[in-house]
């Protein structure tokens, strides 16, 4: 394998172990009781969203089992959060993992505030997490694009290798701008979906998909269908013709016990680190190629944002602009003078 070029701005910090069953039964009865309520009532998160709750949760309330005597949830002050904030923050923790570690705890606390306002022990309960400053900003790598030159590399290479399926989730992510979870939803049946049309009945050389589930709150969350090109949907047919028949319905899978089964989207994180990585020469992941669609689209806008908040359903453009666009600021220098 090519020598990889990591684009790390600093080392990642050390993940910190899951709790596991043994080491949660040991935490408090009254905290453990309280998280385990709560992560039950919370109907409106999303799956992913739950998991990682609990996982944050079960972290913080083992960590005050061990350095706060296992002390109850409503004496836990915010200068015993902060000591549990500087502690990710010496792991070497990135700013956004902390944020969203700040998140669960803070969103059960107001569960508490919501639903134990009568209760004698919360009487003087306060979300302790407000007025504790967030971490200073702090990213593990630099967001380099991918140029055009190199997705169609990729897709060469690919090609050349007869990597099939791996050309058509690289090809779909791309095109359609998506997350990992929103493109392995994708099913066979698009491939007898009509191009779309303009105005005057001409076709644009794109296809709208089913609908898939999107990032939102919920069992369900936000649905809504992807775009498109006509050489993904190449790709798409291409993979389909070398899989040949059988009896699952995704268009993208894995084989287990000698039968397809939904692709689990850590297997595209597999792909990216092993193989995509390895044929651009430096560290990429199924994200960056979400920023870099978007980045180009902005870019061929004449820096738009209209086309590249639709693509990838950004209900507010901000988030597109701050998050999705990598283009190079010395464009704007430039257009000054």
């Known amino acids: 394998?090519?020598?990889?070029?990591?684009?790390?701005?600093?080392?990642?910090?050390?993940?910190?172990?899951?709790?596991?069953?043994?080491?949660?039964?040991?935490?408090?009865?009254?905290?453990?009781?309280?998280?385990?309520?709560?992560?039950?009532?919370?109907?409106?998160?999303?799956?992913?969203?739950?998991d990682q709750y609990k996982s944050g949760l079960r972290i913080f309330y083992s960590w005050v089992q061990e350095a706060l005597g296992g002390k109850e949830v409503y004496k836990i002050k915010k200068k015993e959060f902060m000591r549990y904030q500087n502690y990710l923050v010496r792991r070497g923790m990135s700013s956004n993992?902390?944020?969203?570690?700040?998140?669960?705890v803070s969103s059960m606390n107001k569960y508490l505030l919501n639903f134990y306002e009568d209760d004698d022990n919360f009487l003087t309960f306060r979300n302790f997490i407000e007025g504790v400053p967030n971490p200073s900003p702090n990213k593990v790598y630099s967001k380099v694009p991918l140029t055009k030159v190199e997705i169609q590399n990729v897709k060469d290479a690919l090609l050349e290798a007869e990597q099939y399926q791996i050309l058509a989730a690289f090809s779909v992510l791309y095109d359609t701008g998506s997350r990992r979870s929103e493109f392995v939803q994708l099913k066979k049946e698009i491939i007898s979906y009509e191009p779309l049309k303009d105005k005057v009945g001409n076709s644009v050389g794109?296809?709208?998909?089913?609908?898939?589930?999107?990032?939102?709150?919920?069992?369900q969350g936000l649905l809504r269908p992807l775009l498109l090109s006509d050489e993904a949907m190449g790709h798409i047919k291409l993979w389909l013709e070398h899989r040949g028949e059988d009896n699952c319905e995704f268009i993208f899978v894995s084989k287990q016990n000698n039968e397809y089964q939904p692709l689990h989207a850590s297997a595209v994180n597999y792909w990216f680190k092993e193989i995509i990585s390895d044929i651009i020469g430096r560290r990429v992941n199924p994200h960056i190629v979400r920023a870099s669609r978007?980045?180009?689209?902005?870019?061929?806008?004449?820096?738009?944002?209209?086309?590249?908040?639709k693509l990838l359903g950004h209900k507010d453009s901000s988030t597109t602009n701050n998050f999705y666009n990598l283009n190079d600021d010395d464009d704007d220098v430039a257009d000054m003078f």
């Open 1 to 50: 394998m090519a020598d990889i070029k990591k684009n790390m701005l600093r080392e990642r910090a050390k993940k910190i172990d899951e709790v596991t069953d043994e080491q949660w039964s040991r935490v408090n009865p009254f905290n453990r009781e309280l998280v385990e309520e709560y992560l039950y009532e919370s109907v409106h998160l999303s799956p992913k969203t739950l």
């Open 97 to 104: 993992g902390i944020k969203f570690k700040r998140s669960a």
């Open 206 to 219: 794109a296809y709208r998909t089913h609908d898939v589930r999107t990032k939102g709150k919920g069992e």
């Open 294 to 309: 978007s980045s180009h689209l902005i870019k061929d806008s004449d820096g738009k944002l209209t086309k590249a908040q």
